[in-house]
């Protein structure tokens, strides 16, 4: 059975409980959170919204008026829907720590703004901390009129990273993994049906390139009137053979000589 519970003058009430035959737990990396539970009653269930439940020792919340059918004076039908704590975060909005505008641009590390956002998500909703987080090079990054959720999603962009919450701790990994002890194997009752391998893209896979670079600080006469920078030997090196040949390459366009001021000589 499923316990619901609602806050009433800071005081924990149960509600009600429902079956959890046919109760579903979605969950997927920087997205989905939430609980379903359809549920047939004899009875209007006496729930509302902010009314929640626990599962693994975080709350799940529901955040809108419970839908229901009535199919007969007493078989009422139920989908109930609880989402996760970090569903509280579509809505908050996401300012300025100083100027407290909506529209800014600031530098700072991935801790930075991921400290920014949980304090921005605190102003309204109390409880959220900063867990892991990567070290980073400053960035300089733009943000518009966005939510507290809109600002992870595009930290984890920016950042080339993974975030993930339990409960109100927001933390980020460069590549989040949950290593388990289930092993899987083909055969009866070991759960493995069928293996695929497929390619990531429908790319052929290059095996040959011949790489250049920007067209700034290049000196008079550069290999052979080259307009970009590019290695003192073209030829282009093969994989194995096994991976047949594709060519492929191209600009890089911040790559070239450099000037350096102290230091004489031709660019490099």
Not at 40 to 58: E, H, N
Not at 140 to 155: Q, R
Not at 180 to 202: A, H, P, W, Y
């Amino acid at each position: 059975m499923i316990t619901v519970f609602r806050n009433t003058d800071a005081t924990e009430d149960v509600v009600c409980t429902v079956s959890d035959d046919n109760a579903t737990y979605s969950a997927a990396l920087m997205g989905k959170d939430e609980i379903v539970v359809d549920v047939v009653t004899q009875a209007v269930l006496p729930v509302s919204v902010l009314d929640y439940i626990r599962y693994g020792g975080y709350a799940y919340t529901l955040n809108r008026q419970p839908e229901f059918t009535k199919e007969a004076d007493v078989k009422y039908r139920y989908n109930l829907v609880f989402e996760g704590a970090i569903y509280n975060l579509l809505d908050k909005g996401f300012e300025h720590p100083i100027t407290k505008q909506t529209r800014f641009t600031l530098t700072g590390t991935l801790r930075d703004f991921v400290q920014l956002a949980v304090d921005n998500a605190n102003l309204t909703d109390s409880g959220w901390s900063v867990g892991d987080v990567p070290d980073t090079p400053r960035k300089n990054i733009v943000f518009e009129s966005m939510t507290v959720g809109d600002v992870l999603d595009k930290l984890a962009t920016e950042f080339s990273v993974e975030y993930h919450s339990l409960g109100k701790r927001i933390s980020f990994y460069d590549r989040y993994e949950n290593i388990t002890q289930i092993v899987f194997k083909q055969g009866m009752g070991n759960g493995l049906f069928t293996l695929t391998r497929r390619n990531v893209d429908s790319e052929n896979t290059v095996t040959r390139a011949v790489l250049y670079g920007g067209t700034k600080n290049l000196p008079l006469g550069y290999r052979n009137g080259s307009d970009n920078s590019c290695w003192a030997d073209p030829a282009p090196s093969d994989t194995p053979p096994s991976c047949g040949k594709q060519s492929g390459g191209g600009p890089e366009k911040q790559a070239g000589p450099q000037h350096h001021d102290g230091a004489g000589g031709d660019p490099t």
